[in-house]
DNA sequence: GAAGGTTTTGCAACCGGTTGCAAAAATGTT
DNA sequence: AACATTTTTGCAACCGGTTGCAAAACCTTC
């Protein structure tokens, strides 16, 4: 029995091995003398308890260093504070932002982030079915690229769920919170419009997810408002640098290639402005690019991308909030919160054109 | 009551609210018609139970979507299978490489990460019971700046822990994988030597974390075989972009700057690139720059830093597997698992010269 | 078909807590 | 001091599972 094991040793003996015991209530009681509801009530918040009896129970308590047990004490409170955090986007540096976020929000909040990994392989169902073996209190889906179905596993399962960094719908049929990636779209294009550009490129992240569908919509409806605008369009594979850089280096090896591209992300961006240097173009001068996130990244000096900013604060901030009341009052009404997005000028875009 | 609140409500009613309940074992025992502990034992793996009996009991469960509740489960088994995943690296991109794997690794062994954000506020002491009132596993603390004291916490607590990136210890007093600091400052400083830099810096991490004084202690070792060589040193506020940027442009500003510099990480690296980039200097004509990491932005088109891997794949599994084995058998003797690390030749330094 | 061995099953106690209820203690009122 | 009221306390049941043990059921074998 290693020294080091202290402080709190009721060892037993078993298979000529000694193991660590947890303190439990009991070994509280009986060393203050009360009964177990009494432990439990002084650690219990908002239970009655005389100032004589706490005092006499935190002492055993602290002698014996004992904490209570928070999954014994889930089973009959039914609340864990276990959140799950589920999330696909495990390449995107911005994800690095959202889970610092989301983990320090949470954990202010006495919420504990179970993290799942959702990589391609790994069902819906398995995923929820584990998330309600741990009787998580609720279920925070954190991804641009899931489908929305996604979502509706856990809250068909019963389980409260706010899907983070969704798609707006005016009618929506589960806590939503996010940006509106149409007026995104028509942002970026009026963003391009002004400055003078007439062949204009969508580069779209992959095609299936909502938020590329979005955009694309939101910027084909504003060009179509001038005639005199071209736009061409392709999409990546992923939301990853590799596959912008791909893309471009397939549009500039084409016959001709727009004046300005509109990139479904930063991290695609800076991969098609890895293509466009290494084709030894200048940006802005031979071709602009804009982004969109506002990822840390976009703002160092070496890459210095305009781009469009995503408030993912305020996201992940009313995420927290929305989940935080639902727990509250599991059957809130469905409420969908979109927060406005704004350029960020740097420097891949050309200035405006006055015209 | 909503009808998309199926499958399953054993309604009951309170303040005229109705509640999801959970199907417990004794909903599936008694559909079946057999004790309690029999559905038990059918979905506990290594337990007897004819076929007869399984096929019943399996046939209620599925009829009623029942699936054990783990954490009651955790109550006599003594087992949550949750593991702490405690980090305070929330803003090196690196991480998110690190997150991501550590929760695939993790996941496949049908553990789940408690993910524990650890900003410089919130103490060691506090995490350790929080985690310990969760009753987790086992901790991963994953960190080179975190002290050595900090994951003996848990130890001292009783939870099995392993220490990832971690300081290399010849003898170690609790397991812990990760690369060897020193041998890897001596490596950058050879490869440094070997291009035929005379003037030489090293722009380490944050001063007080171990990683960097055992990168400067082989840095300096190596140096000092070779008395023609200069060194000079200097240290960052973090291992970020602008703690980087700032300290290469402050070197910039000096009387006179390094040939070339081993910078303490690949984030401090691309801040110093931008930085002599910004002030007019070229890379490698002017200074050269060999960082480490190899994070994966690293080998970006656009960045294409010459950098010392670390092997992080190896020694997540490492830690992984170390984790496993220790729920196996707590008292395992403490183990340093360190592995290799090497060059990875990007375009940031000049060729070697032939001298 | 009975004796003997093996497997399967159910009972009941337990894991570490919480909580409704009634008894006990403290407090207030006259 | 006697009684009514409020607060504090302990008992015992419960949360949703697991598991040691003994009884029951099933196989062999003679």
């Not at 015991?21 to 070994?27: E, G, V």
């Not at 177990?36 to 650690?43: D, E, H, P």
């Not at 392989?121 to 079915?129: H, L, N």
């Not at 939101?218 to 369009?233: D, I, R």
Request: proline share 5%; hydrophobic share 40%.
């Amino acid at each position: 029995m290693p020294a080091c094991r202290i402080p709190n040793i009721i060892g037993f003996q078993t298979m000529g091995e000694a193991w660590l015991m947890a303190i439990t209530l009991d070994d509280v009681a009986k060393l203050a003398g009360v009964s177990r509801s009494a432990v439990s009530r002084t650690f219990t918040d908002g239970a009655s308890v005389s100032s004589k009896m706490r005092r006499k129970v935190e002492k055993a308590a602290s002698e014996l260093g004992y904490s209570p047990n928070f999954l014994a004490r889930s089973l009959t409170t039914r609340r864990t504070k276990l959140i799950g955090l589920v999330s696909d986007n495990f390449h995107n540096p911005l994800f690095l932002e959202v889970f610092d976020q989301f983990t320090r929000g949470l954990q202010d909040r006495g919420l504990r982030p179970l993290l799942v990994n959702l990589s391609v392989e790994t069902d819906a169902e398995s995923s929820a079915r584990m998330l309600q073996q741990y009787s998580v209190d609720g279920v925070i889906v954190a991804s641009s690229t899931l489908p929305p179905a996604f979502s509706k596993t856990f809250r068909d399962a019963g389980v409260p769920v706010v899907n983070s960094f969704g798609r707006y719908s005016s009618d929506p049929d589960m806590h939503i919170v996010g940006i509106d990636n149409i007026e995104c779209g028509r942002m970026a294009a009026h963003e391009l419009l002004n400055r003078g550009y007439k062949n204009i490129g969508f580069l779209g992240g992959p095609e299936p997810a909502t938020s590329t569908q979005d955009r694309f919509t939101g910027f084909q409806n504003e060009l179509q408002k001038h005639p005199e605008a071209v736009l061409s369009y392709s999409f990546s594979e992923a939301y990853s640098f590799d596959a912008g850089r791909k893309e471009m280096q397939r549009l500039l090896r084409g016959a001709s290639h727009a004046e300005a591209y509109f990139c479904g992300d930063d991290v695609l961006s800076i991969g098609a402005l890895s293509a466009i240097k290494e084709a030894g173009l200048n940006v802005p001068s031979d071709i602009g690019i804009i982004g969109l996130n506002d990822m840390q990244m976009s703002g160092w000096q070496n890459i210095n991308l305009t781009t469009i900013r995503q408030p993912i604060a305020q996201i992940i901030n009313a995420s927290i909030e929305l989940m935080v009341s639902m727990l509250e009052k599991p059957d809130r009404y469905p409420e969908a919160r979109v927060f406005p997005c704004a350029v960020i000028e740097r420097g891949t875009l050309r200035a405006p054109q006055e015209n």
